[in-house]
């Protein structure tokens, strides 16, 4: 289909030439599923192809374009721009007159900003080109209404580790392309940890098998390569963790949500997907500030607490022995009752303020330390609960004026909020029998 040099990186020669041999993402690449559908009847559309790294998104670009007859044009977000945009548009129009279709591949477009990503707009709509691109981020948060509208999105999801170790047998074996003539053996021991290392990553795969042919020992006339071989290559280099894309944002919510869900193992879990991979500590231990309030709130006050007392672990101790602190948190945080009462206090309370305005405070309300606002009121008629029975004043109004009052707060019936909640029931009918009493 095309032609790569001999000297190129192994992962370059053994990228696909066909659809037959990309390995994974078979709901879209199975007979009747959407793209083999699209090469199989040689038209091509615009659209995005979301993906984690290695899962073949610029090899279905090529194999689209290749297939429907296309010339291909490919630029990358991260070193374009505006200038750039206009020369391929200009490219891609010398094309059309002169009967030739183009096919424009973008790579990293979620890098483009709204001027950029509105360039685009024109030469889709009215076919000068079909637009691919391709993009490590969710295309609904980083692309363009106007622009996504345009295109159909394809989610390609990580290669499983039989995936990678197919396509690892395939460049071992490949004589053309691959190893195939340099008599390399690859324990099975070896592949799986290899496939495993890859995190669904098939060009990581195969980077570290190349460069594990330079650690091969030699064994009866044959280059060999086992677990320590593999070992050797990957050093501390054992996860991949995208501290600012999508698959950080997707493991902070994975171990959010374990925490809200009462599933401390699975929140331990995530907490050390993230650790190992390279997160940062500090803004986990943030994060986990946030999950004690949010999610455990008054139903564990002790929560925010350990929380936070973990936090200040962290800062003394530094990783990874402070993360130890993180996990102590995690695991109280994810067994103990939750509430969300006051997270949703709070955004009601919020609300209610941003659309009423600033109403001034009550006068009775207010200080009093000057002989002037004592003289306009100020402080008059305040009742001093402590000076009250049970050290609570039934029937006071603390809103301000013309607003109803509003119980904005309502406490579960769970943990320490149930004696929270027993106590403002109990101060509710205090306030009842005293308006009684006034009528």
């Not at 659809?19 to 007979?31: D, F, P, R, Y």
């Not at 010339?71 to 070193?79: G, I, K, N, P, Y």
């Not at 879990?269 to 999610?295: I, K, N, T």
């Not at 607003?403 to 029931?425: F, H």
Request: with cysteine; charged share 25%.
């Amino acid at each position: 289909m095309y032609s790569i040099s001999s000297h190129a990186p192994l992962a370059d020669r053994m990228r696909p030439q066909e659809i037959s041999e990309c390995a994974g993402q078979q709901h879209l690449l199975k007979e009747g599923k959407p793209i083999h559908h699209m090469v199989e009847s040689q038209h091509a559309h615009s659209m995005i192809l979301w993906g984690p790294p290695g899962t073949g998104k610029t090899t279905l670009a090529r194999l689209i374009a290749h297939h429907s007859s296309a010339r291909l044009l490919t630029m990358s977000a991260v070193h374009a721009g505006v200038k750039d945009i206009r020369a391929v548009v200009k490219q891609a129009r010398q094309n059309q007159e002169s009967g030739e279709k183009t096919l424009l591949f973008v790579d990293e477009v979620h890098r483009f900003n709204k001027a950029q990503q509105d360039g685009f707009l024109p030469p889709i709509e009215d076919g000068t080109f079909d637009f691919i691109g391709a993009t490590t981020e969710n295309p609904s948060f980083e692309l363009n209404n106007a622009l996504l509208s345009r295109l159909r999105v394809y989610v390609l999801k990580p290669l499983t580790e039989d995936d990678i170790i197919e396509v690892l047998r395939r460049a071992i074996a490949d004589r053309q392309r691959g190893l195939g003539d340099l008599s390399i053996g690859v324990t099975d021991k070896a592949l799986g940890l290899l496939a495993g290392l890859a995190d669904g990553d098939a060009r990581r795969s195969l980077n570290m098998l190349e460069l594990a042919v330079d650690f091969a020992r030699t064994v009866d006339n044959k280059q060999l390569i086992d677990e320590e071989t593999i070992k050797q290559v990957a050093g501390d280099n054992l996860r991949q963790f995208d501290k600012g894309g999508e698959a950080f944002y997707d493991q902070i919510s994975a171990l959010h949500k374990s925490v809200r869900g009462s599933s401390p193992d699975a929140a331990l879990y995530w907490l050390a997907r993230m650790l190992d991979g390279g997160a940062d500590p500090f803004y986990v231990a943030r994060r986990v500030v946030r999950m004690a309030s949010e999610d455990i709130g008054n139903a564990d006050p002790r929560g925010i607490q350990l929380a936070l007392n973990a936090w200040e672990a962290l800062e003394r101790l530094g990783s990874p022995e402070g993360e130890l602190a993180l996990a102590q948190a995690v695991s109280y945080l994810a067994s103990v009752p939750k509430s969300n009462a006051v997270y949703l206090a709070w955004e009601n309370v919020l609300s209610d303020v941003r659309k009423q305005g600033s109403q001034p405070v009550p006068m009775h309300l207010r200080n009093a330390p000057t002989k002037l606002m004592k003289a306009l009121g100020a402080s008059q008629n305040y009742r001093y609960a402590h000076d009250e029975e049970e050290g609570y004043a039934a029937g006071e109004n603390y809103f301000p004026e013309g607003m109803k009052p509003v119980s904005y707060y309502k406490p579960l019936d769970r943990g320490l909020e149930k004696k929270i909640a027993e106590r403002l029931r109990y101060l509710g009918e205090l306030d009842q029998a005293y308006r009684q009493q006034k009528k």
